[in-house]
């Protein structure tokens, strides 16, 4: 079963730089571009059969944060990768508290952007390794405060804190399945469940809040 992908981007000239990177490979297929998040948006109300969005952030109109967090509150279900040049601490932080699944430089080359897909669609989280190296320095320091202040009452059953560890690890849906010994249906529905208790929308902003609130270690 093939990925069907959009990109957003306002250069054109990247855009087709994209395609043409996703063109290498046959499990990927192009659906659509926008040239900002307004226009995405509203492609997306037109075709909802995508899997993955590709989003720079710096565009006109609605710039692909924006886009991040409204496309998150409407369709849930579509991963949305960034894909920029810059790998600054406040855009990382802001990308993944509007949701984004996972953090790519444009200059990833086609295999790295191909396996970043793959991961992600999977339940990981595409990342190059300067962006985990700092997103692994905000999930200890936060720049921007996650509820750390005030904590919540939040309680999750043994089950989910199981998951939830195994996430926090950086497995795979499949894996954290397999090292439970359950279905990765059920790892995905507890994985829903957490989402909604701990009130985020990625796993990264998960994993900083439950650290925040000694859920896991």
Known sequence: MKIRIAIADDNNFLISTIREKLSFFNDLEYQFSALNGKELIRKLNQNTAIDLILMDIEMPIMNGIEATAEIKKRFPNIKI?????????????????????????????????????????????????????????????????VDSHHKAD???????????????????YSIIADNLIISSGTVRKHIENIYKKLQVHNKIEAIIKARNNNLID
Do not use: C, W
């Open 81 to 145: 990768v960034m894909l920029t040049a810059f790998d600054n601490d406040e855009n990382i932080f802001n990308a993944i508290k509007a949701g984004a699944d996972g953090y790519l430089l444009k200059e990833t080359k086609p295999e790295e952007l191909h396996q970043g897909i793959v991961d992600t669609i999977n339940g990981g989280a595409a990342m190059n390794p300067s962006i985990a190296i700092k997103t692994l320095r905000l999930l200890r320091n936060p720049i921007v405060n």
């Open 154 to 172: 939040i309680t999750l059953t043994d089950r989910e804190t199981e998951v939830l560890e195994q996430l926090a690890k950086g497995y795979s």
